[in-house]
């Protein structure tokens, strides 16, 4: 690519502009860790001024491959998210690459030295946190990043995938106080999450706007899947004033307080209701189907998937951030409370 004067811009001259060595520069084009954070945001910086590209690297990404990245893979959540990447994949004739990285600094190293070794069209990244340094080192390689829903609040120019869940967490506490619920307990997910912030976030909001006191300790800490929603909901059940109902911040976590409620030769929703959030394949086969905030993830899966493929084609995107409607899906886990 060229630079300002219409000849290709060299590394001597990214170098001269900035003040160091060649050497340095490219240690900053290899990624390496041995150089002072300042200066490496300087060189990079006149990189992308100048456009500079490696001699043989590509300006529009043909190879047929779209990496998806998740933290974690035991969980049908993430099926339903690779279900909508490969729909659109399949269609547009790209493969997909699904890689798990465990939150570990060491997986997520091995997997940027792997893509480094082939070709990628994109990259997904779902519930991460897309660190400065990779988003940096990323983009040295000229691969183009999605978000699906972001831990943190990524950079402006990395869009992101996510669905409505303020509104969805306001819309599962508006159900329970309308069935004349008062004591709602909530089982929240990871804090580090913008959507499990959201959920919380609505469900508080539904309390207030009620006039129903928030009280932190109907609140428990999870972690969106089953075993954390078994724990909260045996804390919830064993307070002096139990709550008559309990929304959980996700499918998996609503599961657990069902078998929360059955060890204590409790009923649902007899005794206790229950709702979730996903939508998840299980939940409308559980016993009694569950009562949940649909968030499309199949739909986000779609998305994600598109909006990489045409980043890779150069296109633009209509808008950075996009949120999906979730909505609540009513079935046999709720009902008013027993009279006292």
């Not at 529009?60 to 933290?71: I, K, P, W, Y």
């Not at 004033?241 to 929703?269: C, H, K, N």
């Not at 569950?290 to 209509?318: C, F, K, S």
């Amino acid at each position: 690519m060229d630079g300002d004067d219409g000849r290709r811009i060299t590394i001597t001259a990214i170098a001269r502009e900035a003040g160091v060595s060649v050497p340095t520069v490219s240690r900053v084009l290899n990624g390496r860790s041995d150089v002072a954070p300042d200066t490496r945001e300087r060189v990079e910086e006149l990189l992308r001024h100048h456009g500079y590209q490696r001699r043989g690297s590509r300006t529009v990404s043909h190879a047929g491959l779209v990496d998806l990245v998740f933290n974690d893979l035991d969980s049908p959540w993430a099926v339903e998210i690779i279900r909508g990447v490969e729909d659109v994949g399949h269609g547009a004739g790209v493969g997909t690459v699904v890689s798990a990285i465990h939150r570990q600094s060491t997986a997520a190293r091995q997997w940027l030295q792997n893509l480094r070794a082939r070709a990628t069209d994109g990259v997904i990244f779902v519930t991460s946190h897309l660190s400065p340094p990779l988003h940096a080192q990323l983009r040295r390689l000229n691969v183009p990043v999605v978000v699906v829903d972001p831990a943190g609040v990524p950079a402006t120019d990395v869009p992101t995938v996510g669905a409505t869940n303020w509104a969805g967490g306001l819309a599962a506490t508006e159900h329970l106080l309308s069935l004349g619920h008062r004591r709602i307990g909530f089982v929240a997910g990871p804090t580090h999450l913008l959507c499990s912030r959201a959920r919380l976030d609505g469900h508080r909001a539904g309390l207030e706007a009620a006039g129903v006191p928030v009280e932190d300790r109907l609140v428990h800490p999870g972690d969106f899947y089953h075993a954390s929603g078994f724990a909260a909901g045996t804390a919830l059940l064993d307070l002096d004033d139990p709550p008559t109902a309990i929304f959980a911040a996700s499918d998996q976590m609503a599961f657990g307080v069902y078998e929360a409620v059955r060890r204590r030769g409790l009923r649902i929703p007899d005794d206790v209701s229950v709702v979730g959030f996903d939508d998840l394949p299980e939940a409308r086969w559980a016993s009694p189907p569950l009562t949940t905030v649909r968030q499309p993830l199949v739909e986000m899966g779609r998305l994600a998937a598109r909006t990489v493929l045409r980043l890779a084609q150069g296109e633009g995107i209509d808008s950075p951030r996009v949120e999906l409607a979730t909505n609540l899906v009513v079935r046999d886990s709720t009902a008013p409370p027993r009279l006292p």
